[in-house]
T-cell receptor, first 114, second 118 residues
């Protein structure tokens, strides 16, 4: 069975500082990996995804993530935090199939200090 | 990106009544749709997977007689919460995956429905 572990339920950084949100996954087959962002009382927006190919994936809003198979990790980073980045972030995994369900991590709330 | 429309965004109902939530894929065909439930400050818990024209597959612990799912067409899935009780109050989110190709690698999410049972 697949699973996702997000380390740190709450991360706080200063505006302009590096953002690092950690995600480790467990999967018996090569997975698809995703990062989603959720603002209060809203649905999810896809930040980026890894499916195949280049292991460093660039997404929207300056975010990127690196797939490291040896570490079973898919950490999300952004070089310089902006106040508008404050939100809930979810790492997710699925099998390689269009009918495969997506399993979410517990989420990390990102706060930005002025 | 693809658009998934979920309606209503908020609903308040009386205990014992039923509520229907619609999830539509507006610009692609969705062979598979998923229904999630999210409690405050928690993650999304998968409730069920629905495939067009067949019965939904429910996750362990989800009451299929309470949460009725219908996926009658490639663009519409509905979740009906039957005989709702206050403990059913939650944020419900649907997602849809397309029939394949590039879009088949990700799921697109609706904006969610805030259900409050009083």
């Amino acid at each position: 069975a697949q699973s996702v572990t997000q380390l740190g339920s709450h991360v706080s950084v200063s505006e302009g500082a590096l953002v690092l949100l950690r995600c480790n996954y467990s999967s018996s087959v090569p997975p698809y990996l995703f990062w989603y962002v959720q603002y209060p009382n809203q649905g999810l927006q896809l930040l980026l995804k890894y499916t195949t190919g280049a292991t460093l994936v660039k997404g929207i809003n300056g975010f990127e993530a690196e797939f490291k198979k040896s570490e079973t990790s898919f950490h999300l980073t952004k070089p310089s935090a902006h106040m508008s980045d404050a939100a809930e972030y979810f790492c997710a995994v699925s099998d390689r199939g269009s009918a495969s369900k997506i399993i979410f991590g517990s989420g990390t709330r990102l706060s930005i200090r002025p | 990106g693809a658009v998934v429309s979920q309606h209503p965004s908020r609903v308040i109902c009386k205990s014992g009544t039923s509520v229907k939530i619609e999830c539509r894929s507006l610009d692609f065909q969705a062979t598979t749709m998923f229904w999630y439930r999210q409690f405050p400050k928690q993650s999304l818990m998968l409730m069920a997977t629905s495939n067009e024209g067949s019965k939904a597959t429910y996750e362990q612990g989800v009451e299929k007689d309470k949460f009725l799912i219908n996926h009658a067409s490639l663009t519409l899935s509905t979740l009906t919460v039957t005989s709702a009780h206050p403990e059913d109050s939650s944020f419900y989110i649907c997602s849809a995956r397309s029939t394949g190709g590039f879009r088949g690698t990700e799921a697109f999410f609706g904006q969610g429905t805030r259900l409050t049972v009083v």
